[in-house]
């Protein structure tokens, strides 16, 4: 569900949005920038569904192992 947000900004700022992002766009533009400022996801639920995911587990691993690999061959 959409709301509708009216807010002020200066004069030079309103006429860059138009310029740059265009008109009819502006909104979605400030949205993407805001989202993450503001929206938090419930990342303990994310995580729990990524690790269901089994391929992607086994790469991450086979990942993690070939890094430190890779530090314990580093010269000290």
Do not use: C
């Not at 509708?4 to 533009?29: A, N, P």
């Not at 990342?43 to 990942?63: F, H, I, N, T």
């Amino acid at each position: 569900m959409q709301k509708k947000l009216t807010i002020t900004v200066d004069e030079e700022v309103y006429k860059g949005l138009h310029k740059v992002i265009g008109r009819g766009k502006i909104s979605k533009f400030v949205e993407g920038l805001v989202r993450a400022h503001v929206v938090r996801p419930n990342l303990e639920a994310e995580y729990a569904r990524m690790a269901q995911d089994r391929q992607r587990e086994q790469e991450a691993s086979e990942w993690a192992e070939a890094a430190i690999g890779d530090i314990a061959n580093e010269a000290g």
